[in-house]
């Protein structure tokens, strides 16, 4: 157990749909990273938040968007889903960036599937 | 962000040295050397981040030359357990805004 806590799991839906992706980031860290891996594309950065702000933004669509709630944990909602967005989501934590040099805590991730 | 080349894949045999070179000849002068880890369905994992020379952890050894521009994670006695990817990535760890990119890998299979 890494610490940071992915739900749910598996996640199947439908064309057009919506979903929300939770994140619970290790004890301590403020900052989260939302990260896509699919067959083709490989780990994607999405977006990061710092302590609940937005402090780096990648690869993210429009239809993609996330936040960072007061108790560090986070959400990455997905919109108009597509064939394409199926994927492993995962999420990162690390300690506050400006003095952790050890890198990033990675979640067990959530495999999504639109059908 | 610096880009980084390395192999696609390597194999190896159990109780072997391995050795991953990775190459990022626009490496900056914040970037640090991150090695990360991931077997499949699961989340990276991260191995060791070095700056220059060598640093050695439990797991690993990381070389970075003078000049920077490459870096080799080097794990000894590599057992079956070992297959998986390793990502080699370089970024600017200052500041709160990070954005560490992951390439594609190499797919290590360790062979008994």
């Known amino acids: 157990d890494s610490g940071v806590t992915q739900t749910p799991k598996h996640l199947i839906t439908a064309t057009g749909q919506r979903v929300t992706l939770r994140c619970s980031p290790r004890s301590g860290d403020l900052s989260v990273y939302w990260y896509q891996q699919s067959l083709d594309q490989g780990l994607q950065f999405l977006i990061q938040?710092?302590?609940?702000?937005?402090?780096a933004k990648g690869n993210i669509l429009e239809r993609f968007s996330a936040q960072q709630f007061p108790d560090l944990h986070s959400e990455l909602n997905l919109s108009s889903l597509e064939l394409g967005d199926s994927a492993l989501y995962f999420c990162?934590?690390?300690?506050?960036?400006?003095?952790?040099?050890?890198?990033?805590?990675f979640g067990s991730g959530t495999r999504l599937t639109v059908v | 962000l610096a880009k980084t080349t390395q192999p696609i894949s390597m194999d190896s045999y159990e109780g072997q040295e391995v050795n991953i070179t990775c190459s990022h000849n626009n490496i900056a002068t914040n970037d640090y050397i991150t090695w990360y880890q991931q077997f499949p369905s699961q989340g990276p994992r991260f191995i060791i981040q070095g700056y220059k020379t060598k640093v050695t952890n439990e797991v690993a050894s990381l070389f970075i030359p003078a000049d920077r521009k490459s870096s080799t994670l080097s794990l000894p006695r590599v057992s079956l357990s070992d297959t998986a990817v390793y990502y080699c990535?370089?970024?600017?760890?200052?500041?709160?805004?990070?954005?560490?990119?992951f390439g594609s890998g190499t797919q290590l299979t360790v062979l008994p």
């Open positions: 990162a934590s690390s300690a506050d960036p400006r003095t952790d040099s050890y890198g990033y805590t």
């Open positions: 938040y710092y302590n609940g702000e937005e402090r």
């Open positions: 990535l370089v970024g600017d760890i200052s500041g709160s805004a990070r954005q560490l990119t």
